[in-house]
């Protein structure tokens, strides 16, 4: 039986980035991951680069290119007719992007000397830890073996959570997984909940001619976001033609041959019903343990589900790790990421930080919405005396020239040290430009900081500066 001294199970965002991390600081690794494609090959990367970040991605780049040959190449002199959208060819483009990031994370594997497994990892069955401390993992679908780890890091993501009554089939009532594969364009079509991917999802086939009605349970919109920016993605969303209702409680979901019919009472207590092509539910997700038997290993999971962790990502089981969607703290990507290298880390015995106040956000709609830090409403709820400044878009000559002028950036500093709280920036390339707040915040910048760094123009990172210059009262360009 081979015997590694790092085990990782789940080839996720968390998980590969930490058999590569681990296995460059001399561990010997092994990474166990079950995802397959089509043609039934592996599929490392998780649910990102499967069926959430990478494929939603692409999706959005492509409804956003149709969507500016429809509505904005006139602006630009360009003369463009008889527009049509290939469905089939869009997705076949989603598919080659998604099996691009896959065959990159066997080759970085095959590069850095990490055992590949492909099949479903688990504690095995004759009871947890083998002799000296060392672990006996089972490998099942399609293969089966079983290898000995001394260290074992779980990586096993989340699944979507579906609403009782109405299980995902992927064909009308669909996940994220599902929402991704829609061949095609649906006349009408619902999502519940106004989350992320929601939202993502929403806009790509209403860019592509779906009429979309989002039915949000929460009073308020996107509520973890500034208040600020929320209104304003509101307005901007609305405008684009998505039908958001907020307060809604959803009472049944009816599945026909060819259609969904959700039953609901707006938030004044009217019952509606709705018929849809197809619906998107994406009301969350849930750790994913299923088949891992923690508990011979004495892995103890919470009331929620997710695994037990103490700020270094130690589990309830000596030797054993846990990081990504089956701990605590934000389901993202890149925070999984930053788990598992600071896993591996702490086992060639550094001393690795992860600051979750500065871990960015990021919606990718259009505008795209990111933030990093708190929020006026956490400042205020926290009784923490703060001034802001913000930056519109309309005053920024990069905005001007690509003829993106919506939403703007807001920069929230302490009253006293003037050191950043908060960045949050609805536009054009929020995704890249939150960065700044991030460092900003990670090595304790002052928005003066931030307000005295030269800028490149024209750019849009110049709004960045200015909302720092408004901080004090004095921008440049407004």
Known sequence: MDQFDVVIIGGGPGGYVAAIRAAQLGFKTACIDDWKNAAGKPAPG????????IPSKALLQSSEHFDHAQHHFAEHGITASGLTMDVAKMLARKDAVVKQNNDGILYLFKKNKVTFFHGRGSFSTN???????????????PAKTSIQGKHIIIATGSNARALPGAAFDEHLILSNDGALRIGDVPKKLGVIGAGVIGLEMGSVWRRLGSDVTVLEGLPAFLGAVDEQVAKEAMKLFTKQGLKISLGVKVRTIKTGKNNVSVEYTTADGKTENVTFDRLIVSIGRVPNTNGLNADAAGVKLDERGFISVDGDCKTTAANVW??????????????????????????????????????????????????????????????????????PYMANGRARALGNTDGFVKILADAKTDKVLGMHVIGAMASELIAEGV?????????EDIAR??????????????????????????
């Open 46 to 53: 998780g649910t990102c680069t499967n069926v959430g970040c």
């Open 127 to 141: 009871g947890g830890a083998a002799k000296d401390g060392v672990y006996q993992i089972d490998v099942t679908e």
């Open 322 to 391: 846990a990081v990504g969607d089956v701990v605590r703290g934000p389901m993202l990507a890149h925070k999984a990421e930053e788990e598992g290298v600071a896993v591996a880390e702490r086992l060639a015995g550094q001393h690795p930080h992860i600051d979750f106040n500065c871990i960015p956000w990021v919606i990718y709609t259009s505008p795209e919405i990111a933030w990093v830090g708190q929020t006026e409403q956490q400042l205020k709820a926290a009784g923490v005396t703060y001034k802001g400044g913000s930056f």
């Open 439 to 447: 460092m900003a915040m990670e090595f304790g910048a002052s928005s």
């Open 453 to 478: 760094i030269c800028h490149a123009h024209p750019t849009l990172s110049e709004a960045t500066k200015e909302a720092a210059l408004a901080v004090d009262k004095r921008t440049l360009n407004m």
